[in-house]
């Protein structure tokens, strides 16, 4: 005789959550509360390292140590536009910006506690070996050259001065390099004879400013913020025509790159209301799906104490701080958690429709589809995890925190939130059946969800304000309707009042959904390979993402930063970029090494690429001041020349120069310092007998990886024939460049989200 099969059971760690669900929810909710609170007191707060291993990156580190920056001084780039965008080299459009940058050299306004002009630095400008008061322009050059000023000066005397300044004998010639590209020259008759004619629809205008100027006792990231808000007050002096002249030139004027931060910021902002707002319409659509205003709340809830518990965890396992962690993470948290809540629900639910009370329905249904849910966090886990082979420490910290995530996520909405559902529901025993259309609920449930949106965006962003919000969510729209709710349907059954008791939502009432499903799952033999073909096409089309940095993909493409950085291409092309260099430390005394550095300069030069001050130009100019050699000689080194090249004859005239130069700057013929020693020391660094300089080149762009990696593989060149050279003179000699380490970061970072996201396709199929 058959043995007869008592009730069906569910897996004994279902089995217990159903027993003790109330017991485990609590201590949760606790847990998560007291991380929230104690995390930021807890959590590691340096900031995490976005660059991956690699010499480009041992070079720059290197740099940075030996020419830790010695002055605070910073600059600032504005790009001067005629309004037509026909010359700018006007007497009315130059008259125009001397007169503003007057202003600015005089405006008094108290901006951050200080006057707006009593932040401007004058300094000697090494190209132009000329003092610069603050601001400094072609319009200034113009101004100094003309007896009577721009103000006494007709349109014809303008255009010769401008002739004779930037001849190419001139000592002004520099002035050229803050012309637009398409600056032209045409020849024509006037009262002095025939002179060339220049023509420029833009020029920039450099301004420099005492960064530490700026509180020094607040964060670095709070300081560029108060130095880029001074600029946007500089900028505005800038652009008042009407300041000094009624009737002043129509000039249009850009800060080029002075907001970045300030932009970034206010973008993020302005987004934050976006991110709220996208979770309270998660939460209204799972309400939707699953039929329940307690499904929305509680998965709600459920997101808030999953945030929590994140935030705590990672703060107990010292993650660095990662813009990663701390926004994107969480974000993707929201959609994997809410994944897991719908189908954990869901299949709750087909138990009761299968004929379960909802006391079994629970472990029967979890049961299920645990594993599923637990197959898809695993493998989702793994994907992310293999960001640690990066080489990227905030990509390998991103994937430990996603992965992290993605289990709590899987507990605490795939496995708890559910049984929580089912005991409420449980509970109120359904609703009385003439309530009508419940307009006044419906309405209700819509500012539930808005306030919930608030409350799981504030557990991600500040968790210490997010707990206690959370508090006050789970009592105004969790604990309190369920209070009223279980006395309406108390009375309602007291009057005698029919409930309403039936399952709802997961997919009934969505037949449409349902029987796709079905027929996908019916033909498998089908829709495993079509699955597979697509994952694969997916993975392949990823690989082709595009591996570029643009300003618009952070900040609206019609703001007036991305506009600037769009004026400054349009009219300087290849200007925006960076530099990119071959560091050299060891003994630089020797004259050979000198002319081997230099003869590299210059093959790079002929690839279009600019020159830059070294080791060398500090003796060719010391070589070239008097003074300079006369103080050198009364410490007791004599300077010579015999070769006529330009340098000092031996190791030893050169070390001293060295010393001199970086103690006492060099002067010119006159006695005007033109190399301050704080300017030296950005580029020659001297320990001893040991030595290190830069020899530097303009990379025209930060976002075409073309252009950065040809720049790269020239230097790398460069690099290489130096060390076949002076190698045995010199103890280290290596490439780097911020252009090149940010086009390497970001390959790094694109290689690695590639093969996560790949993975992450690869186990779709298994969800």
């Known amino acids: 005789m058959a043995k007869k099969r008592g009730p ?98 005089a405006e008094t306004k108290v901006v951050q506690d200080q006057a707006l002009n009593s932040r401007l630095v004058t300094g000697v400008d090494l190209d132009l070996g000329i003092e610069i008061d603050g601001i400094y322009s072609i319009a200034d050059a113009v101004d100094a050259a003309l007896p009577a000023g721009l103000a006494g000066a007709s349109d014809d005397e303008v255009k010769t001065v401008l002739s004779e300044l930037l001849a190419i004998d001139s000592p002004m010639v520099a002035l ?114 699953l039929r329940s205003y307690w499904a929305a709340m509680v998965v709600a809830a459920g997101l808030g104490v999953t945030m929590m518990m994140y935030n705590g965890v990672v703060a107990l396992v010292q993650l660095d701080s990662s813009p990663f962690l701390q926004l994107i993470v969480p974000i993707a948290m929201i959609s994997f958690g809410v994944d897991f809540f719908i189908h954990g629900a869901g299949r709750t639910r087909e138990a009761q429709v299968q004929g379960n009370t909802r006391e079994r329905a629970y472990p029967l249904g979890m049961t299920a589809v645990a594993k599923a849910l637990l197959l898809a966090a695993v493998t989702s886990a793994a994907a992310f995890m293999s960001n640690a082979v ?79 919000l959370f508090v006050i969510f789970a009592g105004l729209f969790v604990w309190l309707p369920y209070r009223l709710t279980r006395r309406r349907n108390e009375k309602a059954v007291a009057a005698g009042r029919l409930l309403i008791d039936e399952v709802r939502g997961a997919g009934h009432g969505f037949k449409a959904a349902g029987d796709v499903v079905h027929f996908l799952a019916r033909w498998r033999v089908v829709t495993l390979p079509v699955v597979a073909v697509i994952a694969v096409v997916g993975v392949i089309l990823f690989t082709q993402v595009e591996r570029q940095f643009e300003f618009t993909d952070f900040l609206p493409s019609n703001s007036e930063t991305v506009t600037g950085i769009d004026k400054a291409d349009e009219y300087f092309p290849g200007s925006v970029g960076g530099t990119g260099y071959v560091y050299v430390e060891g003994d630089l005394t020797a004259p050979d090494t000198l002319l081997t550095m230099e003869a590299t300069l210059v093959g790079l030069a002929e690839a279009e690429t600019d020159r830059s001050p070294n080791a060398a130009s500090v003796v060719r100019a010391a070589m070239a001041s008097p003074p ?54 950005r580029f020659l660094h001297v320990d001893g007998a040991t030595q290190a300089t830069r020899l530097e080149i303009d990379v025209p762009s930060f976002t075409d990886d073309e252009l950065i990696l040809a720049a790269r ?29 940010n086009q390497a970061s970001l390959q790094s970072f694109v290689d690695s989200m590639i093969l996560s996201r790949s993975l992450i396709h690869i186990s779709e199929p298994t969800r």
Do not use: C
């Not at 991380?35 to 580190?61: C, H, K, M, W, Y």
């Not at 976006?274 to 939707?288: E, H, K, R, S």
């Not at 390998?396 to 409420?424: N, S």
């Not at 307009?439 to 949106?453: D, E, I, M, P, R």
């Open 8 to 105: 069906a059971t569910g897996h004994r760690v279902f089995e217990l959550i159903n027993r003790r669900i109330g017991v485990i929810a609590t201590l949760v909710v606790l847990a998560a509360i007291g991380l929230a609170i104690a995390a930021p007191s807890i959590a590691n707060d340096e900031q995490v390292n976005f660059d991956p291993t690699g010499p480009i990156f041992e070079i720059r580190e290197r740099v940075e140590d030996v020419f830790d920056p010695v002055t605070s001084v910073a600059s600032a780039s504005f790009l001067v536009e005629d309004s037509d965008q026909i010359d700018v080299l006007t007497r009315d459009d130059l008259l125009a910006f001397k007169n503003r940058s007057d202003a600015l050299r």
């Open 176 to 289: 050229r390099t803050t012309l637009s590209s398409s600056a032209s020259t045409t020849l024509k008759l006037v009262e002095s004879g025939i002179v060339e004619i220049w023509e420029a629809p833009a020029y920039s205008a450099l301004l420099r400013y005492d960064f530490d100027s700026f509180d020094t006792g607040v964060e670095e990231a709070q300081q560029l913020l108060d130095s880029e808000a001074w600029l946007i007050e500089v900028q505005t002096v800038l652009r008042d025509g009407n300041r000094l002249m009624p009737a002043d030139a129509a000039l249009n004027v850009w800060g080029l790159g002075i907001d970045f931060n300030t932009a970034f910021e206010d973008s993020f902002m302005a987004g934050g209301p976006f991110i709220f707002l996208a979770v309270a319409l998660i939460v209204l659509l799972v309400g939707a799906l």
């Open 390 to 468: 990066s080489g990227v420490e905030a990509i390998t910290e991103f994937g430990i925190g996603a992965a992290i995530a993605l289990l709590l996520a899987y507990v605490f909405l795939g496995i708890l939130a559910p049984r929580v559902l089912m005991g409420i529901e449980d509970r109120l025993k359904g609703r009385p059946a003439d309530l009508g259309l419940m307009v006044l609920y419906k309405a209700l449930f819509v500012v539930a969800a808005l306030v919930a949106g608030v409350m799981v965006s504030m557990t991600v962003v500040m968790p210490v304000i997010g707990a206690p």
């Open 628 to 681: 300079a050699i006369e103080a050198i000689a009364a410490g007791g080194v004599q300077l010579t020349d015999n070769d006529g090249d330009g340098l000092a004859d031996d190791a030893a005239q050169i070390r001293a120069i060295y010393d001199y130069a970086v103690t006492e700057g060099i002067p010119n013929a006159q006695g005007v310092t033109i190399l301050r020693p704080d300017v030296v020391q």
């Open 713 to 741: 593989a020239d230097l790398e060149a460069a690099a290489a024939d130096l060390e076949t050279q002076i190698g045995d003179r010199v103890d280290t000699i290596g490439v780097s460049g911020e252009p090149i380490t």
